[in-house]
């Protein structure tokens, strides 16, 4: 007879034996060459005038950028694929309607956090003209949705008892939704983040909503991800109409209102939207929509569920920031709302065949540092481009804050942020809040912090702050006015990690799953 405990070291083993056999996989090692062979041509090096440092710079941004596309991004995973309008021409087309669902999107190209789902759709959209173009977006859905006591009266109240609340529910009712707007992530059809492998912000902000409970629904915004509307004609391309905040308040909204028509009751109809730099921007932007008399016709069916904002590090001035960098991304779009703008009105003959080979190779934020930020970069912009009628009028146009808008509103921002200066925030704040009095607005001004960090850094903070508003709690601004708090870190701040220093590296297949902590 088998001692009993020598029979349980001998299942172990035949377990572990039977575990080891089913998952040993030779591994490889990491490429750095990740998965794309990208490189310049000869010709686009000569046209754009790039030394050879530059050119082999340029190629490993490009090589890493598409990379982080999964599938291949949109000109290769079918999702994209235009369905054929029914009526063939765009004249009846409505914004917000829903051309396409993908309910489940295969995961195993992503690198999102485990028991999160995702699901994507095709939807219609507008551009600051009134043209009606397709779009995508995502929704990032949790494993289990957020319980937000409603106030009294409302049926969706179940439980008051806390610690029973995820277990006396028979159904889990639909997710609280965060309508998401993300920061620059790039002004063509490749950089979407709903073809991003970590969906482009990941952990600072959609996936922390994920895990927190709440169902992210994110447009990819106009121009990126479809970048082609029906028809043959010379004008199909659809251009991103960058730091448009209120248009791409719209591109969320109608996104919102497409994903409610995809998957009805798995949506809560209640949502907050919350954006990051031209996200925040976009945010701002979907609270001065709701509040316009326009928008709120316009948008009747969201408005009721519409609960507040949290605008973190937003866009607020377009043209400030690093000006050689400001033009070129602007200048993606701004011939489809000015079709008099002209390159030549900015750049000079060196920086518009630089602007060119940026739209030919669908460049990011990092292909623009190569390309716009070197040595020659001072020779790229005309004298005396920033005064010319263009930049004023397309401000005017753009800029988010200085208007009415429906609170409550949190604004985040960092005292050392690079992108968005904290001055600027401060300013556009001071000048809000002078003009609507009677708006809620609260300023988180967190010291020391730079801009993407901000996030990171507050995260209880707008976590509890979003949990508030379903709960329709008073905000701290108490109904009307502006609230200033400042924010200071709990060891000096000159502690912690300033900046981010890796990304969400695929380890999608076998070969790879040695680098994934506790295995597949
Ligand atoms: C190309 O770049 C070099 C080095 O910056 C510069 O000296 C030259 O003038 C440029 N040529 C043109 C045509 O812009
Ligand atoms: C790698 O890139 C190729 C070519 O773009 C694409 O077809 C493939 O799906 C990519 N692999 C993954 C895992 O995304
Ligand atoms: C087609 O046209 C009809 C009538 O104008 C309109 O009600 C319907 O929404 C249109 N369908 C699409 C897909 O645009
Ligand atoms: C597109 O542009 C080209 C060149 O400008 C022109 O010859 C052609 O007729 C245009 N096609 C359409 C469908 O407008
Ligand atoms: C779009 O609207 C702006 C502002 O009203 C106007 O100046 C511009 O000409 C319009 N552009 C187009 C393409 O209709
Ligand atoms: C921030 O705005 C306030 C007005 O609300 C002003 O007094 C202060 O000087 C500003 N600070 C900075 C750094 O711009
Ligand atoms: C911000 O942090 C710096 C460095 O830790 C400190 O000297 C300064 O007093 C802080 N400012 C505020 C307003 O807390």
Redesign the pocket.
Known sequence: MIHPSKAIVAICFAGLASLTSAQTTPTAEQSTGFNSTFALTPAQIAAANLSAAEAASLNNVVRFDRSQLANGGPYEDDFYTLPP???KT?????PG?L?NTQAFTDLSAFTIPPNTALSRILY?TRTYNGTVVPASAFILWPFTPRHVTAPAGNQRAQSNDDRQRYFTAAKPAGAPVVLWSYGTSGFFGTAAPSCHRALWYGDAAPFALALAGYAVVASDYAGLGISEAWGNSNNTKIQHQYLMSRVSARDGLYALRAARAAFGEKLDERFVAMGHSQGGGVAWGVAEVLQEPEGKAEFGDLAPGYRGTVAGSPTTQVFTGWPSLIAPFVSSGIGSVFPSFKLADWFTPAGAARVALFREIEGGISAALQLFLGDGSAQLLKEGWDETWHVEAYSKLANAGRRPFRGPMLVLQGTEDVYVPYSITNATVAATCAAHPNSELEFLVVNGTGHVPTLDATRQIWLDWIQDRFEEKPAAAGGKGCKRTELSSLLPVGQYLKVGNAFAQWAGTPEYSYQVPLGP
């Open positions: 309008l029914s009526n765009t004249g009846s087309l409505q309607t051309l219609t």
